[in-house]
């Protein structure tokens, strides 16, 4: 409080003699707006003392590591809080739940590596957005948050933002619990596939973004993963997708759900060099077939060459033998021919022979 609104807050608490609302200090209470800010002060815990009235709560760019029930006290009316920037790393069971009102919760950059089970609950499962973009410590963290997720009566949420972790496979039914989920934002991750129940029990998502992941293609159990949610939008550029033989079952269903999804233009080809930024629609088409068939053709070609050896090889008793055979062959007739040569080459015994011929 500076001392205008405290001389103000004096008086007032003098007139009506409530309690005054007072202000932690490093921070900015209006109470007009019933918000409080407390930004880029180096705290290193939630401040204590946070008036009533607040409903908007702001602790952003601060030092903070850990949070738990504790942190929040007599805040009953805060819709809206945000905690991003800090260095949260852990964040204990009930933290949130006495905020009855919390409808907007957002952790994004932080760095969550224990999330304990019911981390997310909240007495009156207000709870409609959860950030939790860049906030995972690393990909091992996963585990906690589906636990979490599952443990934490999330059925209210809408919409979760998970993007800019380093998750590399999401749990079966990670979201099960998250009946009223909308959007769902898996952006920037490192994620190589997508497998069965991954979005099991998300009856009313509306949209998944799964662009910028590590997806070289979807196989067949991805493909009905994404069927499961047939009315969901779908964002998957920016994807090293490769356009080798294998692929097709995916350029296939690509071309079957253009209608859904909303960047089907963005989606290229990284591999080969040679189809790199091929749209996966051309790639299924063109090239693509052609190559196969070459590939097709060789791998024939080699089977055959390979049938070909082996029948030799079952044979080479018998190969043997008529190799000798041969050779015996080859040195009669060349001991004939090399008899006759001499024969000829003497006149003497060429007129024997003629004789005998005769
Ligand atoms: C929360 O808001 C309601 C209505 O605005 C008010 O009556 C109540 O006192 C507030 N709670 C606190 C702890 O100030
Ligand atoms: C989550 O927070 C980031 C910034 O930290 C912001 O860019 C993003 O839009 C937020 N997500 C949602 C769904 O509001
Ligand atoms: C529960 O949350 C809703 C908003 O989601 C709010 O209107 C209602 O007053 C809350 N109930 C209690 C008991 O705080
Ligand atoms: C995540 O970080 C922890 C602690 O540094 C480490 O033990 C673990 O191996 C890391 N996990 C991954 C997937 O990098
Ligand atoms: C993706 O996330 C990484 C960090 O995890 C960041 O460095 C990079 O800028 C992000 N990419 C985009 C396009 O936001
Ligand atoms: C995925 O589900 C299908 C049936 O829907 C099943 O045949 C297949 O074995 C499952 N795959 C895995 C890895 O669980
Ligand atoms: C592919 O497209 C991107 C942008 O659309 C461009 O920056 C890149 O140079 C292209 N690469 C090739 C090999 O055409
Ligand atoms: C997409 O499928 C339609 C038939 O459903 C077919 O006519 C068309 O050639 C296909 N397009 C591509 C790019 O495969």
Known sequence: CN??????????CALVGSVCAACPSRCECSEAAQTVKCVSKELRSIPTGIPGY????????????????????GLENVTTLSLSNNRISEVESQTFSRLRSLRFLDLSNNQLAV???EAFTIQNQSLRELNLSRALYNHSSVTDLATSLRWSSLSALQVLDLSHNSLILLPARIFSHLTNLRRLQLSN????????????????LEEVDLSLNALKTVPEEGLRELDSIPTTTLVLGDNPFMCKCGI????????????????????VCAFPVSLRNTSLLEAGKGDLALQTSYVFL??????????????????????????????????????????????????????VSTAADA
């Open 3 to 12: 001392m205008l609104d405290f001389a103000r807050c004096l008086v007032l």
């Open 298 to 351: 060789g791998i024939v070609l080699g089977f055959v060459g390979l049938t070909f050896l082996f029948v030799l090889y079952l044979n080479r008793k018998g190969i043997k033998k008529r190799i000798y055979d041969l050779r015996d062959a080859c040195r009669e007739v060349w001991e004939g021919y090399h008899y006759r040569f001499e024969i000829d080459s003497d006149p003497r015994l060429s007129q």
């Open 189 to 204: 991750n490192s994620l190589v596939a997508i497998h069965n129940a991954t979005f099991q029990g998300l009856e009313k």
């Open 248 to 267: 097709e079952p995916f350029t296939l269903w690509v071309n079957r759900s253009q209608e859904r999804i909303r960047d089907v233009d963005g989606l």
């Open 115 to 117: 999330i304990h089970p």
């Open 54 to 73: 607040t409903r908007n709560l702001f602790v952003t760019g601060n030092q903070i590591s850990r949070i738990g029930p504790e942190s929040f006290i």
